[in-house]
């Protein structure tokens, strides 16, 4: 298969078997990318190609008071231009109300986040976001969901019984 692939694009960086059997096809540039997404057959198999919906998008986070008061849909059609795909912003729940912050997530095509952004007349700086660690409400262990878990119901975080 990966002859194929090699035959198709040329030298590419990395393919990989995925758990669900799927094959990751790294390419490293515009033009293999564009190439790969119109392949139908490879290798006389019928394939679909897909772009990763997470590895093709980036998060960077930005803060800024002038925009508490706007709405995250006009902030994300201003920003289009700039390469932003979604906006999020951060809200904390104080005294049991949730609140609006300054901060907003902004998600970007591409695998890197550009320094600074500008926001009507301010340039704005952008931060990486790292998002909260993935934690079971199974097991009360970090990096898998519920609805991977296999380990039996833990009512105290991490115990064994």
């Known amino acids: 298969m990966e002859k194929a692939i090699s035959g198709y694009l040329g030298e590419i960086p990395s393919v990989r078997k995925l758990r669900s059997g799927d094959l990751l096809v790294e390419v490293s540039s515009q033009k293999q990318a564009q ?9 006389s198999i019928p394939v679909t190609v897909t772009p990763h919906a997470s590895l093709n998008f980036s ?3 930005v803060s800024c008071g ?13 920003l289009k231009s700039q390469g932003v795909t979604h906006v999020r912003r951060i809200s904390m729940r104080k005294g049991g109300q949730l609140l609006d912050t300054k901060h907003l997530v902004l ?5 890197k986040i550009p320094e600074s952004i500008k926001a009507g007349y301010m340039k704005l700086a952008v931060r990486h976001y790292f998002p909260n660690p993935l934690r079971c409400f199974k097991c ?18 991490g115990s064994r019984s």
Not at 107 to 111: N, P, V
Not at 140 to 157: I, N, T
């Open 59 to 61: 998060k960077g986070v």
């Open 66 to 78: 002038e925009l508490l008061n706007t709405s995250i849909e006009e902030i994300a059609d201003k």
């Open 35 to 43: 190439i790969i997404i119109k392949l139908n057959n490879l290798a």
């Open 140 to 157: 009360q262990r970090f990096g898998h969901s519920k609805a991977s878990c296999h380990a039996h119901l833990r009512p105290l975080c």
């Open 107 to 111: 998600t970007f095509h591409g695998s």
